[in-house]
Every structure is written in C-alpha cells, then in structure tokens.
C-alpha cells in the first residue's frame, strides 16, 4: 500500500504567469533549435563547396564549427526538454556568437553580416532569457564584434581570401536568412502571445462560470435559509407579544422587562433575515414587484410609527412632512417603497446622536418625486458614497467603534430603488450630518390608465 505524495509546496506562492512564462521560453528554445538545422544547411553547404574547390585548414575550420554549432543547438534543446531552458538558452546563444564570430573572421569580408547576425541573437535572447539575459548577450555581442574587427585589422588570425562574386553570394545568403528569421521570431512571438490570451481568455470565462454558479447558488441557500428561519422566528415573536398583552396570565416587572429585550431582539433578528431573504431575492433576479394604488399618506404615518419612536427614546427629534402638491395616491410597489424609506431612516437615526432627522417627502418635477432624509448626524467623507451600498459594510465611527447593524439596509434599498427605476443621491459633510435623497418615476394613480 502506497501512499500519495504531495509534491505542491503549501508556500509556493509564484504566479500562474512564471510558470505560463516559464513555458513559453522552453517552446521557444526548442522552436530555435528545431529550426537551425534547415537554416545553417544552406550556409554549410556553401562552405563545403568551398572547401571542395579551394581547400584550405580555414574552410574546413568554418565547416566543422558550423556542425558544432547545430550540435549545440540539439543540447540546447535537450535542456529545454528536462525544463532547463535558461542554461539551455545560454549554450545556444553564446555558442552561436563564439561560432559565427570565428567564422567570420576566417573568411575576409565576412565582419560585413556580423553586426546584423548578432542583433538577431540578441532579439533571441530577449525572447529566450527577458530583458537581463538580452543585456548580458547585448554586452557579449558588442565585446565578440569589437574583438573581431581588431582581428581582422590586425591579421591576427590568416584568412582565407575567396572571389568577390562568391562572397556576395554568402552575404546576400546570410542577410536574406537573417531577414527571414526576424520574420520568424516576430510569428513566434505573436502566435505564443495569441495561444497565451486564447488561454488566459478560456480559464477567465470558465472561472466566471463557475463563480456565477456559486453565487447563484449562495443567493438560493440565503433564501431558502431565511425563509425557513422566519417560520419559527415569527412564533417566537407572536408568542411573547401575547405573553407581553397578559394572555397568559400575570407578569412580574422582572419578567416583563425580560421579555422585552426577547420581543426587541427578536424583531432585529427578523430584520435582518428579511434583509438577506430580500438581498438573496434580488441577486437571484427573483424579485419580483408588485406595482398598485396605495395611499402616500398611509405611507408617511408608517413611517412615523416604526422610526419616530426610536429617534424620540435616543432624544432626537423627528419630523415627517409630505409637501402639499403631492397627489393623494400612487402607483408602485407600497411594501418596497416603505421598506426603502425606513431602511434609510433607521439607517439615519442609528448615525445620529443628537439633532433631528427630518423626512420630506414631494415632488421633484412633473415626471418624478422624492423622498428626502436629513440627519445631524457625523456624516460621510466623500469617498465612501459607494462604499456605504456595499454589503455588510459598515463604516468606523470616529472613536474606532462600529454602530451596531448588519450593513445590509441601504444596499438592500439602492438595488430596490434601481429596480423601481430611481436613484439615490447622497449629500454629506463630516460633522454636519448628512442628506439621502431618493427620487422614483412619478405614477399618479388617476391618470394610470394613460401611462401604464
């Protein structure tokens, strides 16, 4: 019985891009090598006739340093294959500039093709070994092409002198090969850059996929949860309130007081489900609303009910106004528009210590209303406008402390107010308190019938 051998390092922490890096080096030094053997044979075919017309120690020098050279090429290639492409890559590089070096200095005139062969070597070794490595073969390609000339001018080394007509044929040869393989390196380039997109491009949808599925997933387990969660919780709530109403007989002040703080955190817990039920809801694409005739004042003394009691037992004070040009009744969604309004007002009194908050409900133009929160309270730096919508988000008070609250209400209520077709707009100042400024398509309810 075997076991399993972890061969990942738990603290590898490389990018998946060295390794796609790493790869795309040893494709590229294989490419190189694969490719030396038809691009030299033209070039060694040329010096064996050479040698075979003329013979001389230099002719036959050049021939057996061009067949080391693609030797070293297959060496190059066999450290690419064991995942060695850098020592590799140097071999292949630096055995190339030594070879073509010395073989242009045994041939007069051959210093001419010098220059150009070395900057395709250096275009290589950018390719091969990245921007140092291109230094390094840059610095040894200068010194090689310095010291040739030296020995070419100072006849340190005897060179074999053949016909100008034959030398212009192995200038023309190795300039044309070297345009070509510019040509090559820059296909290579571009089709490893297009194969890596291609692939980058496939694992970012396929991840998207799979993110979207676990999302999609997370919202439906929200929701079934919540939903399931609100079922028991509603009891617990029913049942002390009518164990508060006395149904069940006397209560001592102790018990009384007890049951309170059950009923009050009960109620915050059922806010909160309802939150992330509706939050799960709208990220689902499951929500859905329910547009008919409902009373704005109705609206308003809600409003009044649920915040205005809270805000008068913190010593705020509170103040509901409807404008006298709003119509008596509109078209929407009553559940979610009250649940926008209060989600922001509560929001609003959590935040404010002392002052007031006032809502001002009117309208905007012929086509729009609003609904408008001022507050007093410690308001917002401008560059958490958006960061206050995200989800579970709460916002450090000065001291370092944390209001307490989910962080869902106005995240739920910006995705409401977006799916009614309104906006939100905030107006804030750190110290001076702040302003939230909800606006909705205008629906009166006498003239629906020509607008729906």
């Known amino acids: 019985m075997t076991e399993r051998e972890v061969t990942e390092n738990p603290f590898d922490n490389s990018s998946p891009f060295d390794a796609l890096e790493r790869s795309r ?17 033209p070039v060694l075919a040329v010096y064996i006739w050479m040698f075979v017309s003329s013979p001389s120690w230099q002719i036959a020098l050049v021939c057996v340093l ?19 492409a850098v020592l590799g890559s140097y071999i ?32 290589m070794a950018g390719m091969l070994l990245g921007s140092s490595g291109s230094i390094v073969i840059a610095t040894a ?13 100072r006849c340190l080394l005897p060179s074999v002198t053949i016909s100008s007509t034959l030398l212009m044929a192995i200038i023309a040869v190795i300039t044309i090969m070297g345009f070509f393989f510019t040509a090559y390196l820059n296909h290579l380039a571009t089709k490893d ?24 997933l997370k919202s439906q387990f929200l929701a079934r949860t919540s939903h399931e969660l609100r079922t028991p919780l509603n009891a617990i709530i029913g049942y002390t309130d009518l164990t508060l109403r006395r149904v069940y007989g006397s209560l001592t002040a102790m018990q009384e007081d007890g049951l309170k703080r059950v009923l009050g955190n009960a109620k915050r817990l059922q806010s909160l489900i309802n939150d992330i039920l509706d939050l799960s809801k709208i990220e689902a694409g499951e929500m859905e609303l329910i547009a008919s005739p ?23 004070e509170f103040s509901v106004s409807l404008a006298p040009d709003m119509p008596e009744k509109l078209i929407g969604d009553e559940i979610r528009t009250a649940q926008v309004l ?30 408008e929160v001022r507050d007093t309270g410690r308001g917002i730096a401008e ?21 307490a609250g989910s962080g869902l209400g106005l995240s739920v209520a910006r995705h409401l107010v977006h799916k009614m077709g309104g906006e939100i707009r905030i107006d804030s100042e750190i110290g001076r308190g702040s302003t939230f400024d909800v606006i909705l398509p205008l629906w009166v309810a006498e003239k629906a019938h020509t607008q729906l």
């Open 383 to 403: 560059e958490n406008y958006e960061r206050i919508f995200d989800e579970f988000r709460q916002l450090s008070t000065p001291g370092g402390t944390r209001t």
């Open 141 to 153: 390609s200068a010194f090689l092409w310095v010291l040739a000339q030296i020995v070419s001018e």
């Open 66 to 84: 061009t067949v080391l050279m693609i030797g070293a090429n297959y060496m190059a290639s066999w450290f690419a294959r064991r995942q060695k």
């Open 193 to 216: 850059l297009q194969g890596a997109l291609d692939n980058a491009t496939y694992d970012l949808v396929q991840a998207n996929r799979k993110l979207g599925e676990a999302n999609r």
């Open 25 to 41: 080096r040893e494709s590229f030094l294989r490419s190189f090598s694969a490719t030396s053997v038809p691009m030299m044979s």
């Open 92 to 123: 292949f590089l630096f055995s190339t500039l030594f070879i073509i070096g010395i073989d242009a200095v045994m041939i007069e005139g051959l210093t001419a093709v010098l220059p150009l062969s070395y900057a395709v070597i250096v275009i």
């Open 294 to 316: 409902f009373n704005v004042k109705a609206l308003v003394d809600a409003v009044d009910v649920a915040v205005g009691e809270a805000a008068r037992k913190k010593g705020l």
């Open 342 to 371: 209060l989600n922001i007002a509560d929001n609003a009194v959590k935040f404010t210590v002392d002052g007031q908050v006032d809502i001002l409900i009117g309208l905007v133009d012929d086509e729009h209303w609003h609904m």
